[in-house]
Nanobody, 127 residues
Framework: QVHLEESGGGSVQAGGSLRLSCKGS????????TSWFRQAPGREREFVSG????????KDADFVMGRFTISRDDTTNILYLQMNNLKPEDTAVYFC????????????????????WGQGTQVTVSS
């Protein structure tokens, strides 16, 4: 139903920052639980960070270690991921995902819970 489009990826040096955006195509986006996932070559798609409707609950993967901040602007239907202190191991394609239904934060990291996915944006971090 909703179309998701990521942007903001690019190439940075280790220690640098990027802000990713995920634009939802319509206002239903504001009712969705949304998250960021990433996938590097040879690895499974893995959870990065998630945020509930209204932004009242957030959850980060362990590897984030406080470096990333997820947020959403429901007036513009945009999900953000501010990434600071990037490391080479953060190199991956980053995807946004959305679920029509809310669920507990302990399940945010389960890809099969999400109904909609963007096409991804490449993040490359050089040492």
């Amino acid at each position: 139903q909703v179309h998701l489009e990521e942007s903001g990826g690019g190439s940075v040096q280790a220690g640098g920052s990027l802000r990713l955006s995920c634009k939802g195509s319509d206002s239903t986006f504001s009712n969705y639980l949304t998250s960021w996932f990433r996938q590097a070559p040879g690895r499974e798609r893995e959870f990065v960070s998630g945020i509930s409707r209204a932004g009242t609950i957030t959850k980060d993967a362990d590897f984030v270690m406080g470096r990333f901040t997820i947020s959403r602007d429901d007036t513009t239907n945009i999900l953000y991921l501010q990434m600071n202190n990037l490391k080479p191991e953060d190199t991956a394609v980053y995807f946004c995902a959305a679920s029509r239904y809310g669920f507990t934060a302990r399940m945010y990291d389960q890809p099969n819970k999400y109904d909609y996915w963007g096409q991804g944006t490449q993040v490359t971090v050089s040492s």
